[in-house]
């Protein structure tokens, strides 16, 4: 049965490929929207890819959310073919209205309407394969060339999966599938290794300091923290992790399993790029930097072999980014999270922490700087507004705890809007009303633990 309902979306994708195929024979200048994280960046890639090695013409554009007043602009634009990707198909009722061909490759909750003729619609759950972890974004993109010939593609299918957390209890479902394509493109090599960010790359203290998946308590986020960890070592912390002797990586790996096992696992890297975006996970880390700094085409431009300078411009990117994440960790060590009986927040107002906020609560509850026991609410201020990023463990949702239902609860009381997932959600509501909402959202988490 999973086996037939793979095989209908893979079917549904070759149809949309022959689309593409066409209007690239037919010279369209092909119109690309698509999601502006590295999901997207790498979806909009596979896609670009494929019309750039087959001779053809596209136009990018990358935006953090599809909105019905968009799709009316696209209207007065006069291209032959549409394609969304990682994003589109909640929006579907919108897009059926577009003159022209559509083709939507996109892994979020389709709403009920059913594409109209010239639009092909790819998505896993409309074929009850599982979107938020057996299929990303870029994964659906995939799916669309995969039949033209583009198994070395997969790659960037990869990056987009490590991008949305798919990787997390390995590559299961249709991702499985990308996987062996990437393996036989002869591209791809898996090994096992220490899972420390810019390892080729970064300074050892500076590595292990910015690794974030997994976090490693006193070290993630914390250069004196690494320093000192790699002095009572006996290693020197101002080395690259290569410039190492045998010896002295085995006696880092051992110390840092010690810390979390983790740390050692299955790396996926392309031996032949460059050192910067060799393991896949830092190329998708580096995207994610270019996605929240808005340099999404600087993100395109590396998927589309541009290395030296483009490179160095989205490394740079990447340590800003990472060094604020550094100095939100320092702010949490320094000032904690202000605890109720059955949750705990941070707030800020800082223009820079405010872009990070969920980032810092996520990993937070993973390297002890906040409770592990209770949930945090990360919040930012907007105007008038606040930001929620509410973030949980898995423990705790095992205990009954669903964020995105008491995010959306509690917000629609205050005339906001909230949900997501058990374990991670959003909110948005007027700030007057900010201790109000956290005193019910410490009921609600309050009741969902006694159930
Ligand atoms: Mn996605």
Redesign the pocket.
């Known amino acids: 049965m999973t086996q037939n309902k793979q095989h209908s979306l893979l079917n549904r994708a070759n149809e949309a490929g022959r689309v593409l195929k066409k209007h690239i024979k037919n010279g369209d200048n092909i119109r690309i929207i698509s999601?502006n994280?590295a999901?997207?960046i790498s979806a909009a890639a596979i896609i670009a890819n494929t019309i750039k090695e087959e001779g053809g013409n596209f136009h990018v554009t990358m935006i953090p959310r599809l909105k019905k007043e968009t799709i009316e602009k696209l209207h007065n634009e006069k291209y032959n073919l549409f394609i969304f990707t990682?994003m589109g198909s909640a929006c579907i009722n919108h897009i059926n209205k577009l003159k022209a061909d559509v083709i939507i490759a996109d892994?979020h909750q389709p709403n009920d309407t059913e594409a109209s003729e010239n639009v092909v619609h790819v998505n896993p759950h409309l074929f009850e394969v599982d979107g938020s972890r057996e299929l990303?974004?870029s994964g659906a993109s995939y799916l669309v060339v995969r039949e033209l010939d583009k198994n070395h593609l997969s790659i960037f299918a990869l990056i987009g999966a490590f991008g949305?957390m798919q990787h997390l209890n390995g590559f299961t479902g249709v991702n499985e599938l990308i996987l062996n394509d990437a393996v036989e493109s002869g591209k791809l090599e898996i090994h096992e290794d220490l899972k420390i960010t810019s390892k080729n790359q970064e300074p050892l203290y500076k590595a292990i300091a910015y690794t974030l998946d997994p976090g490693l308590p006193d070290l993630t986020g914390s250069f004196e923290g690494s320093m000192a960890f790699l002095e009572k070592l006996g290693i020197s912390y101002g080395i690259k992790f290569a410039d190492l002797s045998g010896e002295e990586q085995d006696v880092l790996k051992d110390a840092l399993i010690d810390v979390n096992p983790k740390i050692f696992g299955q790396v996926f890297s392309t031996p032949k790029d460059s050192p910067a975006l060799r393991d896949l996970e830092d190329f998708s880390s580096i995207l994610d930097s270019c996605g929240k700094s808005k340099k999404y085409g600087l993100g395109l431009s590396l998927c589309l072999g541009e290395r030296d300078k483009a490179l160095e411009t989205a490394i740079e990117i990447q340590n800003k980014y990472r060094n604020n994440l550094v100095k939100g960790f320092e702010w949490i060590r320094k000032e904690g999270a202000v605890e109720l009986d059955h949750i705990q927040y941070i707030y800020s107002e800082d223009p820079v922490l405010k872009t990070i906020i969920g980032t810092l609560a996520g990993v937070g509850l993973f390297i002890n700087i906040l409770n592990s026991e209770k949930p945090v609410i990360g919040i930012s201020r907007f105007h008038k507004d606040i930001k929620i990023s509410g973030r949980t463990t898995r423990e705790l949702v095992n205990k009954g705890v669903d964020l995105g239902k008491a995010l959306h609860d509690a917000s629609v009381n205050f005339h906001g809007q909230g949900g997501g997932h058990n374990i991670a959600a959003g909110a948005m509501i007027p700030h007057k009303n900010k201790d109000e909402f956290l005193h019910l959202v410490n009921d609600i988490v309050a009741s969902q633990l006694e159930k």
């Open positions: 999601h994280d999901d997207g990682d892994h990303s974004g949305d």
